[in-house]
């Protein structure tokens, strides 16, 4: 049987992991557009040591979005092997499911 309480924690730590990196990518896009911007201005040793500083937050903000791509890739294949068993356990039930989806589908399309 699919296991409800696995499924919707997982869902939820995903999401408050998104959500925080997504948080955190912004800001770090923003430092870095601010620094970058201040660099311009900026010549000498000190322009090179602000752009340093601006690319390598640029590149933490990438990783930290190649991380949740990841995460989200290894969640989404766990979800899907979830529902490739429940489907094989249940054959039937998921038949019906499909066909009453179908139905209310073809019902709401039916009368437009």
Known sequence: MLDTNTRTNGTSNLNGNVNAVQ???KT????????????????????????????????????KASQVQGQAIVKGKELAHTADVY???NPWRTIAAAASVGLLVGVILGRK
């Open 28 to 63: 770090l896009v923003k430092d870095a557009q601010t620094l970058l911007s201040a660099a311009a201005s900026l010549t000498g040793e000190k322009a090179e040591d602000m752009r340093a500083r601006g690319m390598e937050m640029l590149d933490v903000a990438l990783g």
């Open 23 to 25: 948080t955190d990518v």
């Open 87 to 89: 489907v094989k356990d």
